[in-house]
Nanobody, 128 residues
Framework: QLQLVESGGGLVQPGGSLRLSCAAS????????IGWFRQAPGKEREGISC????????YYAESVKGRFTISRDNAKNTVYLQMNSLKPEDTAVYYC?????????????????????WGQGTQVTVSS
């Protein structure tokens, strides 16, 4: 069974850090581009970052650029999202998702409709 499982969410004070993990099971992650999305109450799902199969190409939304870093460890079948300088507006449920791009070096995209597999989400709350 193909599955993505997020972990690492929680409650953190403004300015703090968290590292989210996205572990894949049932498939080989290095064939897939991985994206991180988030959804706050009453808001649409937002694509915030993605990483290509080769890990050489990444994307960050303006809202997280310079604060978040995406990385992947294909040997562990896991993708990470390091989140620093967290703000209250970062509060949301965070999801990872996977899709199979045309080539190893294809630029990843954060259009939800491109993604085939989704995790169940992990809550991140930034509050003092």
């Amino acid at each position: 069974q193909l599955q993505l499982v997020e972990s690492g969410g929680g409650l953190v004070q403004p300015g703090g850090s968290l590292r989210l993990s996205c572990a894949a099971s049932g498939f080989i992650l290095d064939y897939y581009a991985i994206g991180w999305f988030r959804q706050a109450p009453g808001k649409e799902r937002e694509g915030i970052s993605c990483i290509s199969r080769s890990a050489g190409r990444t994307y960050y939304a303006e809202s997280v650029k310079g604060r978040f870093t995406i990385s992947r460890d294909n040997a562990k079948n896991t993708v990470y999202l390091q989140m620093n300088s967290l703000k209250p507006e970062d509060t949301a449920v965070y999801y990872c998702a996977a899709y199979r791009p045309p080539t190893l070096f294809s630029q990843c995209v954060v259009s939800p409709s491109r993604y085939d597999y989704w995790g169940q989400g992990t809550q991140v709350t930034v509050s003092s």
